[in-house]
C-alpha cells in the first residue's frame, strides 16, 4: 500500500460536533473510546485526543495523557544516577490507533512523531523525561521500531508496559 505525504496529513484537536462514526480500526475498544468517551475525558481535563486526517478521511487518532515511571525498571544507561524520587515524569500514550482502511501507509509513525513533538513541547516548559505506553502484545513491535523499550517486569503482562526516554532525542537537537 502507497504511503500518504506527511505534508498532506493535519494533526487536529479533537472538537465537538467532528463525525467520527465512519472511523473503524480493527480493535473495538479503541472504536469505542474515540467515539462514546474521548470528548468527555477531554472536557474532564484527564485526557486529550488528536485526529490525523487526510483529505475528509479521519485516518487515526492519538490520546495522551501525564503519567510517571518508577525509577528502578528504567534500565541504568536510560536513568539519572543519585536521583533522588521514587518516579520520572512523562507522557503517556493512553490510545492509538489507525483507521484499518488505513494501515501500512505510515499513519501510525506520523501519530507517533506528532506525540514525540508534543511530549518534547511540553518538557520545554514542564519537566517530562520519558513517553510511556501500555502496548498490545501485538503491537510491541510498533513501539520498539519507534525506540521504545520494553520494561522486563511487564514483558509478559496483557499490555506490556514501555518507554521512550527522550533525553537523547531532545540532547541531540
Ligand atoms: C499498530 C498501528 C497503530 C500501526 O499503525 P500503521 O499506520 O499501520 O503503521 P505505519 O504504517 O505507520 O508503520 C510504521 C512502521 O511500523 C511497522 N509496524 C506497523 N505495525 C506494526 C506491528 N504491529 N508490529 C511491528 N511493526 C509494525 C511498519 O511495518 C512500519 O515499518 P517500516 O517503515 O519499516 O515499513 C495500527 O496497526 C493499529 O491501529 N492497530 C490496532 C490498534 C493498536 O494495536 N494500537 C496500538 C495499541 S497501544
Known amino acids: 500500500m502507497e504511503k500518504i505525504l ?5 494533526n487536529l484537536p479533537l472538537k465537538k460536533g467532528q463525525n467520527l462514526a465512519s472511523f473503524e480500526s480493527t480493535n473495538t475498544d479503541l ?4 467515539k462514546n468517551d474521548a470528548l468527555v475525558d477531554q472536557e474532564w481535563l484527564v485526557s486529550k485526543t488528536y485526529l490525523c486526517c487526510w483529505k475528509k478521511s479521519i485516518t487515526g487518532y492519538i490520546t495522551l495523557v501525564t503519567d510517571t515511571l518508577e525509577v528502578k525498571v528504567v534500565d541504568e544507561q536510560d536513568g539519572i544516577k543519585g ?18 482502511t488505513f494501515e501500512g501507509r505510515g499513519i501510525g509513525r506520523f501519530l507517533m512523531l506528532a506525540a514525540i513533538g508534543m511530549a518534547m513541547d511540553v518538557s520545554s516548559k514542564i519537566g517530562c523525561r520519558y513517553i510511556t505506553v501500555d502496548s498490545k502484545p501485538e503491537s510491541v513491535g510498533f513501539y520498539e521500531k519507534h525506540g521504545f523499550k520494553l520494561i522486563e517486569k511487564y514483558k509478559d503482562s496483557d ?3 514501555m518507554y521512550l526516554n527522550m533525553y537523547p532525542i531532545i540532547e541531540r537537537m
Do not use: G, M, T, W
Open 31 to 34: 472504536n469505542d473510546f474515540l
Open 159 to 161: 499490555f506490556p508496559k
Open 6 to 10: 506527511y505534508s498532506e496529513l493535519q
Open 83 to 100: 536521583y533522588p524520587y521514587h518516579k520520572y515524569p512523562c507522557v503517556r500514550i493512553a490510545r492509538l490507533a489507525v483507521d484499518k
